[in-house]
């Protein structure tokens, strides 16, 4: 329940507002804030349209985007960057890094800096973002919102993770997504990823339905030298390190923290965002093995809890078979650039319907282009 | 605060509070086609508003927000009532079913062409993605885009959307304009929710947090002292009498087991207490003050608990019967503590021991069948409770006219909501007016009386206004769902397949309370076993009362639950004979001249009779289904993990109740020669008022712009039993042609004394006049002479119906699916339904029920399931949870081929259509993730992991533990 309107005039105006104001929060696009889990709480909203960043944009080896960029721009910006930039000129290009720009304006006028942007970095994050797959929320929702809101199934954190990303706050402090999402707090302005020459991405999930929030989510981005993988990242959510030592906020679901759910049975009880760094750690150096090992290899290294979307068991078999399946793809697709986008959908099978009524569902059956 | 923006074209500045909903003003200032089905939850998409040129939920918008920003509605695409492009093309499509989603469909696809105007099947949806629809299978609003993306270029483009039938009749079988979409697609008035005025007051309810409990204290006080509050009821001061919820005809074959407010809640959410106060902030505050203490009794969640001896009783009070004795050796004296429970009739009931209604018999003698059986199996089958979801929840507006009470309902059942609002009243029929609304979706769960009484009542006590509307919770664990049952079947065959036996033993779970507890799992039976006549067959149903979320109907019955038990299990004997599915069905299924002797064992409540088939349109059907998915040749997966199998089902309804439904209409002449037409029928977004309206037109020889139709009005229509049992096109659509020929023949005689000739030589003629042998006298001039001074009076008359014939209509579903070996995860490639609706009287409508029917079952038998804990709390009562599909879902290629046939009853030939498309899914689903991976799985829905777990690929400790440990592992 919004108690109080308020409309500061700047950023950091805001900052003020929001800390001499009882229970005030900032509001975005609402998505979250306004949605029924929070309808009872009593907040002052301080609205910060218009007051943040909303572009993104590339500077130099650097990925930035704007905190209150949606959802949705997000996904187009990466498209227009596919459509301005050959994959096979992916990598290499890159290095020539480019003038800060908006990708709109690079993917006209600078396609080689453009290439960078339709490059992985940029690919893992849309792909993530478009697993909120409902258009009228992704008009709305904010790349700040999404990770400020910091919700347990939160359909980027696992990406930017993923990615090392690092966040500017107003006022200038600059954490880690990770110690930010320990740690939530500040007025994001921008979300920045570097641009890794030779980095190679993939983003797998598991939803009960295309527009069901994801039981099982991973990303993954690595570099390939010759046969080996390095630099490898793993970032999930739904299932959590078996240590129970992962860092970057590894957490229950909120139906798990308030009232004791009945009966032991609840909506949603996966772990939110976090890298798994016992399982990064196992193909660190090497040469991946194939996907049967990678499973087996890493399925004592992961636990999960059940709830009504699955079993522990399900979702630990499911966590295991995404992540190699995105430590595969994105391998291959270093392998081969020119193969394509290593995030991209791909599933031969289930796309069959494509073209038909219905059958434009992006998710397709996955799993595929690493032996194509 | 004071908020300005841009509304459809023109600055408003509007004063709000600054926490309030962007939905909320925009509704308040009149803004109706801003609908909710979610309560905000942002899942349903029906409060679209376009917001800076992008579709939004209006609902997850602050009014303060709206500041300095460009916002428009469906309005703005219509401007003085005409058509946008897009509106244009969703009804050229007949894509428009109850319409309450349709302005957000409107907005998202007009939206999508100015950023597209040629867009993609992705791109489109992509555009729907965040819309919900649960009437239409979402496949008619990919035509209309495509329609209306020609209509850019060539605004004159016009096409064939559906097949046409009976090239000898002008208006049925063709291809013409639902007549209630103009309105919907404009987003006009229409709904309950659009009819409530401003002094209305809110009801709000108290639901049990217990599934079994006794009120041991109700203290009320504090919460009557909470300003604005009106009254509170509860069981203290709510009338004595107990009814039945069930819309059916009197008497109904389900026992009087509720009253308003009872002493005892017998489920999560049962009715505790209602507040009804002058503002919603009122009656929250007020329930939040009702102090209530509960002796907790042990639950019942499960069939098997519920026959268990020494199981908790749910129904402890005297047990009488209206006619007829008790079932031998069922107890009936109350223990003095319980309302009591009415049969009108004995329905094999014996609610001591938990069992609401109960059936068996047979024909032949299945020993000797089974023994004579080279070969038998035997399975269970469950279907777990899943939810009817309408988009609309039940709603109603009750006030006070004179000295009668109005109610403005969301039902499908007017008459019998009349009845037993009367009853609860305990005041005569003739004090009561019900208007059907548009129906926000019904699908079975608006036969019910679900919510009417208590705001009639209200009304009724305190003559000011009530508007009670459930919230998505509420009607998930408050209103009614589909029984779940677990089916027991035993087949004995012959090595070439001829069934020699058939068992089937249901058990049913009701909930707390019986409506519908005998014919839901009777039509489990009565509406598959006819499928495949077989000389000894045996069925055994009880269904008993739980503590679960109350059961009722939902398209297609019982007859959903027990096609997937029976047409698995027959696949399953194919399997283990080796042979091909479909050669198994060849072999038994009804053909022409069946004389099916068990329908005489399976009535409903009554005696049922045997049934000579004239009319079989299956063996074609079976063959389309196989040419069109070349059944029979392997289909390889390109891919390792996804293997691909096929499946099919061959399905039946019935149309109406004969013997027991009846349906009236009334049609009139006016003075201009245009008519009306006062229909009993209840349209609930089928397109049956188009029916009515499309039948009398052909009687008539006049376009159906000539006759305008009002429906399910009960004080300005005659009596109809309602929507339900695939009646509509059957009965209310017969009532409307009989009144048209009553008419007709009025018309010719007027006709013939104008035209001086003997009416035996007169006929009507298109367009709207009658033809002698030397002259013509249009309806115009005849009106004109009939009520003028020396005239015979308006010309009207009225058409009654009623049958024993029984029109079956057929089906047969294919699908062909891609299963996953390593996720378990079942995705349709191809979905083909054929079926036999007798003479399609609205083609492109037809298709759309058949496509709606379609994704609702491909709904529960892959993703939908209401889960309880083990408190009998359901834990997944929203859309979030629980997952109704979403665009995404639609088959990939998903296709519905109309076989005609004419029924020698029907209206021109006419049968039902939508309620039988219900049935195909979840066997023929379950056959091709067989055919895919040769695991059976037996428990709807099919998730990803119930399919690894039949497959053996998932450790099977897993489906103990799964949902009731929550230990991390």
Known sequence: MITQFLRPASAEEALRAQKATENAVFLAGGTHLLSPALRERAMAAVSIEGLLPRDIRISGELLSIGALATLQELIESGERGQQGAPPSAAAGARAAGGAAGPVAALARSAPAAAAGIGGPELRLLCEAASSLANRNLRNRATVGGNIAANKPAACLAPALLALDAQLRLVGGSRPSVAEYLAAP???????????????????????RTRSDVSGVAAAVSLRLAGSAVSGVRVAVTGVRSASGEAGG???????????????????????????????????????????REIEQSILPLIAASSDIRASAAYRRLRAAQLIADALLAAASSAAAPSAGAGSSAAGSLGSSGRGSPGGGAPEAPRGKETTR | MTVRFTLNGRPVAWECGEGEGLHSLLRRRGHLPLRNACDGEGTCGLCTVVFDGKTVNSCLLLAAQAEGHELYTVAHLSKERSLSLVQRSLLDVGAVQCGYCTPSVALALHTLLGRSSAPSDGEITDALSGILCRCTGYKQFYAAAHLASRRLVDPAY???????????????????????????????????????????????????????????????????????????????????????????????????????????????????????????????????????????????????????????????????????????????????????????????????????????????????????????????????????VPMEPHVVYTRIEGERLVIHASTQVSWHLRRIVARVLGIGENKIHVIKERVGGGFGVKQDVVLEEVAAYLTWKTGRSVYYRYSRVEEFIASRTRHPMKIAVKLGAKRDGRLTAIEMHVRANTGPYGQHALTVPMNACSKTLPLLPCPNVLYDIKTYYTNTPVAGAYQGYGATQGSFALMTALAELAAKLGLDPLAVVEKNRVQVGDRLEILASLGEGRAGQALTIEQCSLGEALEAGKRDLSWGEPVESDDGDWKIGRG???????????????????????????????SGGADIGTGLDTVTVKVAAEVLCVDMQAIAVISGDTETTPFDKGAYASSGTFYSGNAALLAARNLKGKLIEAGAALLGESPADCDLAYPGMVRGRKGSVSYAAIALRTTSGDGIGELSAVGTFTTLHSAIPYGAHFVEAAVNVRSGEVKIRKYYAYQDSGTPINPDLALGQIYGAVVKSVGHSLYEEMVLDDKGRCINPNFQDYRVPTVFEVPGDMRATLIPTVDPVGPFGGKSISEVSMNGAAPAIAIAIHDAVGAWVRVWPFTAERVLEAMGALPTETATTRRTNRDTE
């Open chain 1, 185 to 207: 707090g500040g007025l994001i302005e921008t979300a920045e990823v570097a641009l890794v020459a030779a980095r190679s991405t993939a983003y797998r999930r598991w939803a």
């Open chain 1, 249 to 291: 906020g590894s957490r229950r679901a909120e139906a798990d923290q308030g009232a004791a759910p009945a009966g032991g049975r609840v909506a949603w009880g996966g772990f939110g965002a976090a890298r798994l760094p016992e399982v990064e750690a196992l193909f660190e150096g090497r040469a991946l093995p194939e996907r």
């Open chain 2, 158 to 388: 016009s096409e064939q959307v559906a097949p046409e039938f009976r090239p000898e009749l002008r208006q049925v079988g063709k291809v013409r304009e639902k007549v209630d979409a103009r309105s919907l697609v404009r987003g006009e008035r229409a709904y309950v929710e659009d009819r409530v005025e401003p002094d209305a007051c809110i009801l709000l309810t108290l639901g049990s947090p217990h599934a079994h409990a006794i009120i041991t204290r109700i203290d009320v006080a504090k919460a009557l002292a909470v300003p604005g509050v009106v009254e509170i009821l509860t069981y203290e001061n709510c009338p004595e009498v107990v009814y039945c919820s069930a819309g059916q005809g009197f008497p109904e074959p389900s026992p009087y087991d509720r009253r308003m407010f009872s002493r005892r809640v017998r489920h999560v959410g049962d009715r505790v207490a209602a507040v009804m106060a002058e503002s919603r902030e009122a009656a929250k505050a007020a329930l939040a003050a009702i102090e209530v203490d509960y002796e907790v009794l042990p639950a019942v969640l499960s069939v098997e608990e519920a026959a268990a001896p020494g199981a908790p009783i749910i129904h402890s009070g005297e047990v009488r019967y209206a006619s007829g004795a008790p079932s031998e050796g069922s107890e009936c004296a109350g223990d003095g503590e319980d309302d009591p429970v009415i049969y009108q009739f004995p329905i094999g009931a014996d609610p001591h021991r938990n069992l609401a209604a109960s059936a068996h018999g047979g024909v032949g003698d299945v020993a000797r069948g089974f023994a004579e059986a080279d070969v038998t199996i035997e399975q269970e089958y469950t279907a777990t409770q899943v939810h009817t």
């Open chain 2, 648 to 678: 099919a089902a061959i399905i039946q309804q019935g149309s109406g109740l004969p013997g027991i439904d009846l349906a009236n209409a009334e049609i009139k002449l006016l003075t201009d020669g245009t008519f009306f037409l006062m």
